[in-house]
């Protein structure tokens, strides 16, 4: 069975990839999730991964589905530490057979790595929003604004429209209209979020042409459009102008064209920091990865960026394949996911703007320290292996006396080093905020693809969307609605706590999740 298995993820990927990213005891951990292309089983790496994601291909994890996943459907999670269960918890986001948008909640089990399911967290997004179609192959991206607004998705209804549905403890499930009239070209669509409600949507929108959404809740058409690389002709279309009248500039005025591009088979990918600079990320028809950023915000149009200084990005397995994006606005890093030679291949970039080596997704905690230079780079990785080896050549006692000791004395270099990076980061915020208080950005400029300002905090929305007997009712209008409420995020705190191997086990979760699941329910 496991020799299966290994041969299986092999094979072509019918269904996406997905990525998300959690907070996990002061590291940032990237995950990812794909569909199993034979079974149909959507595979997940290891809820306990610790500052990389692992993924072992022996015994793969899967997310269990009361209502399954329809073949090659999109898939989109999101999750995050939840503070009360002290795990983490995901909301997956897929499309069924009969065509509906569903969500399922699961909790991790810290030993095992897998997530189970809360039976009860299960629900038709789109018929709970009243969403009046869904496409039978509409794609689908998922934005969670946390305690400044709550989950946001995106999909395609059966006029091949990009729509939007949104939830909040305010309103459950609501259908909010379309984010373009315009019909499109493919099913793909790509999202990122800046900051609170900067939420921007991606999506091919004709052969050569990707649009670009971005939400404003001032303005009175909420939505504004631009046209990648071909902009669109003047006034700027929003959310409200009608089709035919979104017309682009002529061909000739097109700074670029896009390498590789199919908007029928082309997945989009969105990337964007706290400054609201956006990158856009695909694997093309030359099966390589290419990137464009937005010159100066935005003003200066769009470009494309080069390959990493230091080579090219691995060439997919597949044209136009399914790849697996991760952007954390706050610090600014970028993990991207996709098969190359027979593996899973993942490419890191840093706050500082700089792509590690492409490599192997770990598929083992006992891997996790292995070959990782995060820590380095400023992302602290760690990994969570508590594997241990034996010379051979000493008594147990002695081997536990050793661990004590040099336990010990990591602990004591790892604080002083925690303590200097964090004098250094407090540093760097102060350089910022007198470059800004000076009209500038510490940078000077946006440089390709270099994001601007380099971020001194991590910090985390600890919330969970909250869910009460009467949650996810249909709305009694379809029109759409404006969700309010802003609350800042919650900061992790500065203290450090540094636990023995098999210590962070704090709550124990039951084989049958009531437990854990009982407390998601009782914190929302």
Known sequence: MATATVLLLAQPVLGSMAGWYTWTTYELTPHFALQDSSSGDILHSACNSNGSAVFPTDEPHRFHLDVPARSATPLQVRGWWDEDLNTPV???????????????????????????????????????????????????????LGDAGGFRVFYHDEDERV?????DEDTDWIYLGPVSRKSVTGRSIGSALADDRAVSV??????????????NETAEDQWSLVSVPRP???PVPTNETNASNMTLVRADDAPFSLIGFSASNTEVHLAANIHNYRRIFYLGTDRRMHQLYEVDGGRGGWDIAGDPEDGEWPVADNVSASMAL????????IWVYYHSGGEIMEMYQNGFNI????????????TANEDDSNVDEGNGDS???NDNTSDGGLSTGAQAGIGVGVGLAVLGVAAAVFFFIRRRKLAASAEEEAAAAAGGSPDGENKPPVYSGVPTTHSQSWHQPGYGDDAHKSPATAEPAELTSTTAPQELPTSVRYELPGDYHHQELGTDGEIGAAAVRESR
């Not at 729509?163 to 939830?167: E, F, I, K, S, T």
């Not at 590690?356 to 598929?363: C, D, Q, S, T, Y």
Request: hydrophobic share 40%.
């Open 202 to 215: 991606a999506f091919p929108h004709d052969n050569g042409n990707i649009a670009v959404a971005q939400f």
């Open 90 to 144: 995901a909301y997956l986001f897929y499309q069924a057979d009969d065509t509906k948008i569903m969500n399922a909640l699961f909790i991790c089990n810290l030993t095992t790595g897998n997530y189970f399911a809360d039976p009860n967290e299960v629900y038709s997004v789109s018929d709970d929003a009243g969403a009046p179609s869904v496409h039978e192959t509409s794609g689908l991206a998922v934005e969670d």
């Open 355 to 366: 792509w590690r080596e492409p490599r192997i997704a770990l598929k083992s905690n006992g």
């Open 326 to 333: 991760i952007s954390e606005p706050e610090t600014g890093v």
């Open 163 to 167: 729509n939007m549905v949104a939830w």
């Open 383 to 385: 990994g969570n292996s």
């Open 232 to 234: 669109f002709a003047r």
